[in-house]
């Protein structure tokens, strides 16, 4: 599976932005998806995952109530809407797959990366 993280940017604190993770492979609807982020200087950290059928989602304290992910099997997408950004959320997000039936949090169940998009908030 390959996936192509976009839709990053700069927005000011108490904005929103969408980002889109575009995967290829016929098998997408396999896997659980997840979005990391990882700011300077920080280790990279869970933020959000959802199953093969999205019936099953999972996000970090952090973001609950402010981001939303969803995926489209048919598109071969998953997104993560984030509302109500603040500063702390600035990082390089990543989307990933992991070869699993149950959302996990733990990036080493993760097999496959995408290349990451910026996300920039400004106070």
């Known amino acids: 599976v390959q996936l192509q993280a976009s839709g990053g940017g700069l927005v000011q604190a108490g904005g929103s932005l969408r980002l889109s993770c575009a995967a290829s492979g016929r098998t997408f609807s396999r896997y659980t998806m997840g979005w990391f982020r990882q700011a300077p200087g920080k280790e990279r950290e869970f933020v959000a995952a959802i199953n093969w059928s999205g019936g099953s989602t999972a996000y970090a304290d952090s973001v609950k109530g402010r981001f939303t992910i969803a995926r489209d099997n048919a598109k071969n997408t998953v997104r993560l809407q984030m509302n109500s950004l603040k500063p702390e959320d600035t990082a390089v997000y990543y989307c990933?797959?992991?070869?699993?039936?149950?959302?996990?949090?733990?990036?080493?169940?993760?097999?496959?990366w995408g290349q990451g998009t910026q996300v920039t908030v400004s106070s």
């Open positions: 990933a797959a992991a070869g699993t039936n149950w959302v996990t949090q733990n990036s080493g169940h993760y097999n496959y």
